[in-house]
């Protein structure tokens, strides 16, 4: 792999590093690694590997947009901000804003969702946090 994907390698494990999946201790840096190793594993390039590693790093860890356009250019800095919620809205509303906003995104953040969404798939029938029922499973 490139220098680019190591850099953003290391700015998205320092950005994650202190946290955890939800109701488990796996480290939550497991998740952005496995988006893009999903990705990779389909011949996606080096962008989309690298937009992939860094797609919760704004809405999540707060890393500036403009830290990512800088280090990783304009392409990067626009994908990973399709594929990030406003957290300032309720969960309910930013689902909503997902699924009323999926189709306008380019396919490379398109991708990014779809690799997002098979991780957290398979980390609920992996490992899912002991508190959580079947039912919500």
């Known amino acids: 792999?490139?220098?680019r994907i190591q850099s953003a390698?290391?700015?998205s494990a320092q950005a994650h590093a202190p946290h955890f999946r939800k109701g488990s201790e796996v480290p939550y840096i497991t998740h952005p690694f496995h988006?893009?190793?999903i990705l990779m594993r389909y011949g996606f390039g080096e962008d989309v590997i690298i937009a992939a590693l860094l797609h919760d790093a704004i809405e999540d860890q707060e890393v500036?947009?403009?830290?990512?356009e800088r280090e990783f250019g304009k392409r990067v800095a626009e994908v990973v901000s399709q594929v990030t919620d406003d957290k300032a809205q309720p969960k309910e509303e930013r689902k909503k804003a997902q699924?009323?906003?999926a189709g306008k995104k380019t396919n490379d953040a398109k991708i990014i969702k779809l690799a997002d969404k098979t991780s957290n798939m398979r980390a609920i029938t992996f490992s899912p946090a002991p508190s959580w029922s079947v039912k919500r499973r």
């Open 99 to 101: 699924v009323k906003t």
């Open 64 to 68: 500036p947009r403009e830290l990512i």
């Open 1 to 3: 792999y490139s220098e």
């Open 9 to 11: 390698l290391e700015v």
């Open 35 to 37: 988006v893009a190793l």
